[in-house]
């Protein structure tokens, strides 16, 4: 017979482990980017990327914490999602439109963009995939996820605008005019959207086959 009780504490000591890492290695990854371009250079900042990466840090050490405390917050729900949804579309993005249509970026390694592209995409589909609770995620936890990309793309038009200084040159109206942004916008926002739709699927469906077993 199956102890239950020692098989949810290995698997607690695991999620505890694969969360403290998993914000190590990202940290890390994430750092080396912002270093390479000057010690006290936060310029890069701005992209969506470092935030993504940051939020993924930031939000698997409050994890981390609360749960050595033994402390489960209704909010935390909302922060899981958030950064699954952003981590993999900074990967699909980066990956299958920046890259092949802009290049790489000359002033990142290959490690520091590996590891902020691939590596915390990965980790943050990981978690999900292995520690967090199916069938849990609402349409109102979708839709807060969906709140920190637009979010950032109005911030950082509203910056931009007095600014003069984009992140991405899809952004930038000088660039191939209004019209063009507001495709990017959508164009974005859709791959965003379905990928929070693919998760919230995802997670009914592995839901429905956990209840069975």
């Known amino acids: 017979m199956i102890d239950t009780s020692k098989t949810h504490t290995l698997k607690a000591g695991a999620q505890q482990a694969f969360l403290l890492a998993s914000a190590i290695i990202v940290g890390i990854g ?27 840090v930031f939000g698997y050490l409050t994890l981390f914490v609360l749960r050595t405390k033994g ?18 579309a ?8 920046l ?43 979708m839709l807060v996820a969906l709140g920190f990309p637009v979010l950032y793309w109005l911030a950082f038009m509203i910056v931009g605008a007095v600014t003069g200084h984009y992140p991405y040159p899809f952004m ?16 974005i926002l859709t791959l965003f959207a379905t990928i929070a739709a693919a998760i919230y699927a995802l997670d009914h469906l592995m839901g429905k086959l956990t209840k069975r077993i």
């Open 172 to 187: 930038d109206p000088a660039t191939d005019g209004i019209f063009a942004v507001a495709f990017w916008a959508l164009a």
């Open 30 to 56: 994430a750092s080396i980017g912002l270093l390479e371009h000057g010690p006290f250079d936060f310029s890069h900042l701005h992209y969506f990327t470092y935030l993504s990466n940051f939020l993924m």
């Open 90 to 97: 900074t990967g699909i993005i980066y990956n299958l439109i």
């Open 71 to 88: 402390e489960e917050k209704p909010w935390t729900t909302y922060l899981s999602a958030t950064i699954v949804v952003a981590l993999l």
């Open 99 to 141: 890259v092949p249509f802009m290049g790489a970026d000359p002033a990142t390694s290959r490690y520091a963009s590996f590891s902020t592209h691939v590596i915390a995409p990965t980790l943050a589909l990981l978690y999900y995939a292995l520690f967090a609770e199916k069938g849990a995620l609402t349409t109102r936890h």
